[in-house]
């Protein structure tokens, strides 16, 4: 039988050292564990650098396959060249898109409608996972009220082009209105803490322990984590 496979579009940046592709963020060790036994191969279409180092997530050739995306710097370089660009990435997808069972697409930038659009066209089963406030992102990563106004313009643009009744995933449901167009079957989580879920202080500590703090998170400006450390 032929091998099931999954399109995983991201946005992110795989390190090449000589065929060996990795990758610095963690949140691919989740696709692995989320999708590894519903698919035989998972093919990573993201754009791809030439790097003499590995990244800390080495990707796994006996899962994934690559499809090295046409190269562009950061997401307003993509925003930017979109008329040029954007067809040469659906070129790029168009043949082995032929080939898959579900695309999943994260996040929302110019690349999540342009798969979401062609899966639709295909007949492919398509989800979009957002991790995060775009919002946010661009108020913490965006510098400058004119850059800042044209990156909200741009992700509005890019909420309005998401096809309806797309599945969706994502956390935080009041920050995402275009929820309302989007059908019944969303996945809505939330890492949110009760109070219930903390110890009361004090707690007892053996005498010379000091106390440990331990983040779990990104390493980005919208985590806030200067405010953490400001507060220590």
């Not at 690559?66 to 060249?81: E, F, G, H, R, T």
């Not at 999540?112 to 946010?136: C, K, Q, T, Y």
Request: include cysteine; charge should be positive; proline fraction near 9%.
């Amino acid at each position: 039988p032929q091998p099931t496979r999954m399109g995983l579009l991201l946005d992110q940046v795989l390190f090449d050292n000589d065929g060996r592709y990795s990758t610095d963020e963690a949140f691919i060790r989740f696709v692995e564990q989320a999708f590894r036994g519903l698919f035989d191969r998972i093919q990573f279409c993201s754009r791809a650098r030439p790097s003499s180092n590995d990244g800390p997530y080495i990707l796994d050739p006996s899962i994934y396959d690559i499809i090295a995306l046409p190269w562009y710097a950061n997401m307003a370089s993509l925003c930017s060249k979109g008329p040029v660009i954007l067809p040469r990435i659906g070129h790029v997808l168009d043949r082995p898109m032929r080939g898959w069972e579900m695309v999943l697409v994260g996040n929302l930038n110019p690349l999540a409608p342009l798969a979401l659009r062609m899966a639709r066209r295909r007949g492919l089963p398509a989800i979009l996972w957002v991790r995060g406030s775009p919002h946010a992102e661009l108020d913490h990563r965006l510098r400058g009220t004119l850059r800042r106004l044209a990156g909200k313009l741009a992700a509005v643009a890019v909420v309005r082009a998401i096809p309806n009744r797309t599945h969706v995933i994502l956390s935080g449901e009041n920050d995402y209105p275009f929820l309302s167009r989007m059908g019944p079957a969303q996945v809505v989580y939330s890492s949110k803490f009760a109070a219930k879920d903390f110890v009361p202080l004090p707690r007892p500590r053996p005498d010379g322990h000091k106390p440990r703090l331990l983040y779990v998170g990104r390493i980005a400006p919208e985590k806030g984590l200067e405010v953490l450390l400001e507060a220590l």
